[in-house]
């Protein structure tokens, strides 16, 4: 059931946000030059890696200005990209990652290798079922990168602070999904992105 929902609610939200898609796009493009996609290596069930894509809300970087840790830096976000990183605008190209059965409407956030890497024991639980697109930490962490932002040190802010507290919410809902809390977890996302100022 929850594949079948999965499968259906992305290809219809990507037929009806196609206008919005290219609305997206054209602004991205007029904005700030680069692509419009930003694509990034995740980490998926079982440990499969798979491409995720979001629309680009930060200036492409030279490759001598690379960073190890992107969030917490904000002056690279465009001013376009500021407003789709508050609307959460810019995960909706994730659709195509749950149309390709990569990802799931809901479950815990698809994660980089670097930190998949840490406390492995805990990512063993979380990476047995399908990254979401949204989940609790979602709505609990919904200020992160303001919480990054002001970190003296955001690297280890996210280590040894946010990212445990993820992992509890990640293993919570291992242990304790079902369809209908699904559901209610969509609703809670949607009124967290209309209510959050």
Do not use: C, H
């Not at 990034?40 to 200005?65: A, C, H, I, W």
């Not at 980089?112 to 979380?126: G, I, L, M, N």
């Not at 040894?160 to 304790?176: A, C, M, R, S």
């Amino acid at each position: 059931m929850k594949r079948a929902f999965d499968f259906l609610v992305s290809l219809l939200g990507l037929i009806l946000l196609a206008p919005l898609f290219l609305i997206i796009s054209i602004i991205i493009k007029l904005d700030d030059r680069g692509p419009v996609f930003f694509r990034q290596k995740r980490v998926g069930k079982n440990r499969q890696l798979f491409t995720m894509y979001k629309f680009r809300s930060m200036k492409v970087t030279e490759p001598s200005d690379s960073r190890s840790f992107e969030p917490g830096i904000t002056s690279r976000i465009t001013k376009v990209g500021k407003f789709l990183r508050k609307t959460k605008l810019d995960e909706l190209p994730q659709l195509i990652n749950i149309l390709k059965g990569e990802m799931s409407l809901v479950g815990p956030r698809p994660e980089v290798e670097q930190w998949v890497a840490v406390y492995p024991e805990r990512w063993e639980r979380v990476l047995s079922i399908k990254p979401g697109l949204t989940d609790y930490s979602s709505i609990f962490f919904r200020n992160e990168e303001q919480l990054l932002s002001e970190s003296e040190n955001p690297e280890i802010t996210y280590k040894e602070i946010i990212l445990p507290k993820k992992l509890d919410f990640y293993e919570g809902y291992v242990l304790n999904n079902s369809f209908f809390g699904d559901l209610k977890l969509i609703f809670k996302t949607l009124i967290s992105i209309i209510k959050y100022k």
